[in-house]
């Protein structure tokens, strides 16, 4: 693909919009590295992994590669079997993190997984968590500066050591500056550092009463910094300390880089992947807000654009265009007045097929189809006026010469105002003659023209098509719609009348012109207006085709519903009186049994109390299922109700269908009501209702079952909630919002002091969270909030009372 017509059609535009989508700086490249592409299946690919990241976003939102950086410096010194700094280690265990984040998002429900896999579950699938090595760098290091002292049982020693020699040196300097004998030598009661060791402020003049080394002095020279003799062993004890710590350090992070190594080329494939599906889901995203579609890429190269819009017009204010090409006809000239929207009709088609190639969703309706070109030519010329010289004309032949050169049948040819800027009837056939040429070599065209002579050579041309933009006279306003298979009507006599041209002159004008002229712009006119109508009318009856075929849907969906619970309702009738037979005939059998068995009693005065008593049992029981198979309602209507009881939001009962509903209107005059009964709604009388629940009374239910939730969820929270949350390595965006439903949380639980672990690093996580915490007590959520203190993390951490 040439690039001039990648900056002709604005392409690169489009590409720096795409790049913002992206997370990451390397997915970013990546974005500003694509260029339309020419193999179908690369295409087709591409536009498969945009329409399915496009399909997880809408399912699950996006997904986050905040933490993907370079690494391949880092990766290379590993491979070399070099050291890795803590801010090193730490980009690889973001990066881990975004892998096994990455990971859950790439997993898919078994019911989405049925209808088969799609273009990136082998991407997600491939990627390697590796979480030993991410565990282990998080459990040591806690920032660039800050190693946690859990790190290693000797960094951990020698860290209580440090402590202990600080503590031991503070004591005895304190006890020093705190003699009454040695306030006045001091220039401040204070212990200071100096070069890295602990001295306090001594005058001048009092140099002699002080034993130790001097590592300092103020600038007009009145104060010395001395080292006291009694610290200076501690204090070079707390020296060699240090150096062992960062010893320790130096070999903790050798182990880290060891323990990377082995899985070096895991995380080069993890930082690819990921990559590539930054620059996929900035595709998906685009599309999303661009409300974009995938095409449909046909073989035979032709095109058919339904409501496209141009991605660079305000997505509100552009008209959508239909466009075909290629299948009736393979060469489209458009005409029209100037700011009619041709030159826009021209780059949209131009640029929607560049985007297509490109992997990327076009801006138009679902069904759309493009074809594929092996290059796409493109000559429009961004200025609108009439002023057109000679030195325009030839740079625009210049640049058509060379598209004529080059196009053959798998290209794409735009021409903007062809062979404008010169004499009207030289400059008429000679665009005749180049779209002959074009046409003959079966080149899909696309072309603008003024040039009357151009409509007519299109309508006796066969697989030439004529289109125009539409243009309203009465407003003297284009409206930048594409009028396909009408050429466009001058306008010029009905604008100039307009705008108040004597009519004499505009008369005068008229005679000027040939009598052929004038009834072919007759017929233009007439065509026009027709097409407007026929369009029009085509609308309605495509939305009195929806809304017929919708309710067609509905009728169908009540019928279904109703033949269904029908036919359940006579199964279970007939199983019923099944099983009342079926009865009634063991106790009549078991019965005459019976009773003959007693009959052969003779004059036996008890058998014949028993037969009796026989007799009167089966009565009875025959009773019984004569009962149960006369038919009645399950429950009856006990209480006749007034059309005045019934409320929208009633429950009732409908006694003739043994069903519970909802009152949704309320009755009319005949006491007729419609009442919501599952998905069934039904008009039944208030005879047949009895009311179970008032509306008052729901909403009095609802409102305990919801007291009774929330307490169910702060029990909930209360045996889940911990009183301390980690948002180290996080954004202040990203720390706000896991603090924001964790405070709730931690209120619902009744906690009444949380700690917010943040780090030091460079302050400015702290610095964030502490004017969040200012807002919070604005609002009253918490009361207050305070550095950690000493053993509690120092300002590593916040302290928030709720």
Do not use: W
Request: charged share 30%.
């Amino acid at each position: 693909m040439n690039h001039k017509v990648l900056q002709t059609l604005e392409f690169d535009k489009i590409i720096n919009i795409l790049t913002g989508y992206a997370t990451t700086e390397l997915g970013k490249e990546r974005c500003a590295a694509l260029t339309p592409m020419e193999d179908e299946s690369s295409i087709l690919n591409a536009q498969d992994q945009t329409q399915d990241a496009l399909t997880r976003i809408y399912k699950r939102g996006n997904v986050s590669f905040l933490g993907v950086s370079d690494l391949k410096p880092s990766l290379m010194r590993l491979r070399m079997k070099g050291t890795l700094g803590a801010g090193e280690l730490l980009r690889i265990a973001a990066l881990l993190e975004t892998v096994k984040n990455a990971v859950d998002y790439g997993v898919r429900p078994e019911e989405e997984l049925e209808l088969g896999i799609d273009s990136l579950d082998e991407m997600f699938e491939s990627l390697i968590p590796l979480p030993d090595l991410l565990h282990e760098i998080r459990r040591c290091i806690v920032s660039e500066e800050e190693f946690n002292d859990d790190a290693s049982p000797t960094l951990k020693s020698i860290r209580r050591s440090i402590r202990q020699t600080n503590q031991k040196i503070h004591t005895q300097l304190t006890a020093m500056i705190s003699s009454s004998s040695n306030q006045e030598k001091l220039q401040d009661a204070i212990v200071t550092m100096r070069n890295g060791r602990y001295c306090i402020p001594v005058k001048q003049e009092y140099r002699s009463s002080f034993q130790g080394m001097i590592h300092d002095q103020s600038a007009s020279g009145n104060t010395l910094f001395i080292e006291p003799m009694a610290v200076v062993t501690l204090n070079n004890e707390l020296k060699e300390l240090e150096g062992k710590e960062q010893s320790e350090i130096e070999r903790i992070l050798s182990v880290l880089s060891e323990q990377a190594a082995f899985g070096v080329d895991d995380l080069a494939h993890n930082q690819e992947v990921l990559i590539c599906l930054d620059f996929i889901f900035a595709k998906a995203k685009y599309a999303k807000d661009l409300d974009a579609s995938k095409p449909i890429f046909r073989e035979d190269g032709v095109i058919n654009i339904k409501q496209g819009r141009h991605p660079l017009l305000d997505q509100k204010k552009v008209v959508p265009i239909n466009v075909s090409l290629g299948k009736d006809f393979s060469m489209l000239i458009v005409t029209g007045p100037n700011t009619g929207g041709k030159t826009v009709s021209l780059k949209t088609v131009g640029l929607l097929t560049l985007m297509g190639q490109s992997g990327l969703h076009i801006p138009a309706f679902q069904g759309s189809s493009l074809g594929i070109f092996r290059e796409v030519f493109a000559d429009i010329g961004d200025e609108q006026s009439i002023e057109q010289n000679l030195s325009t004309f030839s740079s625009h032949m210049t640049n058509i010469v060379s598209i004529i050169q080059q196009a053959h049948k798998d290209s794409l040819v735009l021409l903007d105002e062809l062979c404008g800027g010169t004499d009207p009837i030289e400059g008429a056939a000679l665009a005749i003659s180049i779209l002959n040429d074009l046409h003959d070599r079966g080149v899909k065209t696309m072309a603008t023209t003024h040039y009357s002579e151009l409509k007519m050579f299109a309508l006796s041309t066969d697989d030439i098509e004529n289109a125009s933009c539409e243009f309203d006279v009465e407003t003297l306003s284009p409206t930048y719609r594409l009028m396909i298979g009408i050429p466009g009507k001058s306008n010029a006599f009905a604008i100039s009348k307009k705008l108040g041209l004597d009519n004499h002159i505009i008369e005068n004008a008229s005679e000027q012109i040939d009598e052929s002229v004038k009834d072919f712009e007759s017929i233009l006119a007439d065509l026009e207006q027709s097409k407007q109508t026929i369009e029009q009318e085509q609308e309605e009856i495509f939305e009195y085709r929806k809304e017929i075929e919708s309710l067609r849907k509905s009728l169908k969906n009540k019928q279904d519903n109703l033949t269904e619970k029908r036919e359940k309702m006579l199964r279970d009738a007939r199983e019923e009186a099944h099983n009342i037979i079926s009865e009634a005939k063991e106790i009549a059998d078991s019965t005459i049994r019976e009773y003959n068995k007693l009959k052969k009693q003779k004059n036996n005065q008890n058998a014949n109390k028993k037969m009796e008593h026989m007799r009167s049992d089966l009565r009875g029981r025959m009773n019984k299922l004569e009962n149960q198979m006369a038919y009645k309602s399950k429950k009856k209507v006990n209480k006749r109700h007034d059309a005045s009881d019934f409320q929208i939001g009633d429950q009732v009962y409908v006694s003739s269908l043994s069903l519970a509903g909802t009152v949704q209107t309320l009755p009319n005059a005949k006491g007729d009501l419609y009442v919501q009964m599952g998905m069934m709604r039904s008009l039944v009388n208030i005879k047949d209702l009895e009311i179970t629940k008032t509306v008052k009374e729901v909403k009095k239910e609802n409102q305990r079952n919801e007291s009774r939730n929330r307490g169910r969820t702060a029990i909930n929270k209360s045996s889940s909630i911990k009183p301390e949350i980690n948002v180290m390595g996080m954004t202040v965006d990203e720390a706000i919002a896991q603090l924001d439903k964790y405070i709730d949380d931690a209120c619902l639980a009744n906690l009444n002091q949380i700690t917010v672990v943040h780090g030091k690093g460079t302050g400015a996580l702290r610095k964030g969270l502490h004017t969040y915490f200012k807002q919070l007590k604005k609002q009253k959520r918490i009361s207050g909030y305070r550095d950690g203190e000493y053993g509690e993390g120092d300002l590593g951490v916040t302290v928030v009372m709720l």
